[in-house]
Nanobody, 118 residues
Framework: VQLQASGGGLVQAGDSLTLSCAAS????????LGWFRQAPGKERGIVAA????????YYIDSVKGRFTIFRDNVKNTVYLQMNSLRFEDTAVYYC????????????WGQGTLVTVSS
């Protein structure tokens, strides 16, 4: 599975941005998909995740109500819609696909940089 993340950029605080992550090589319809981020000087951590069916989602507290993760299994793509962006959302965002073996063994995309100016 190859994952290609895109959609990052430089925005102002309060703006919105939608990240996309397209999978290729095989279908990821049976995989949980997630978005992670790594800010400068910090470890990479999960931001949001979605189950294979899309029926279950998870968000870290700091993005609840602002970010929405959704997927299109026909397009083999997962998205992260980010609203009301804050300076502290600045990070490299990575997508990942987990085939139920755990995120540590997931397939990873190359990352896309989101910079939020205050």
């Amino acid at each position: 599975v190859q994952l290609q993340a895109s959609g990052g950029g430089l925005v102002q605080a309060g703006d919105s941005l939608t990240l996309s992550c397209a999978a290729s090589g095989r279908t990821v319809s049976g995989y949980s998909l997630g978005w992670f981020r790594q800010a400068p000087g910090k470890e990479r951590g999960i931001v949001a995740a979605i189950s294979w069916s899309g029926g279950s989602t998870y968000y870290i507290d700091s993005v609840k109500g602002r970010f929405t993760i959704f997927r299109d299994n026909v397009k083999n793509t997962v998205y992260l819609q980010m609203n009301s962006l804050r300076f502290e959302d600045t990070a490299v965002y990575y997508c990942a696909a987990d085939d139920a073996t755990g995120w540590s063994r997931a397939y990873w995309g190359q990352g896309t940089l989101v910079t939020v100016s205050s």
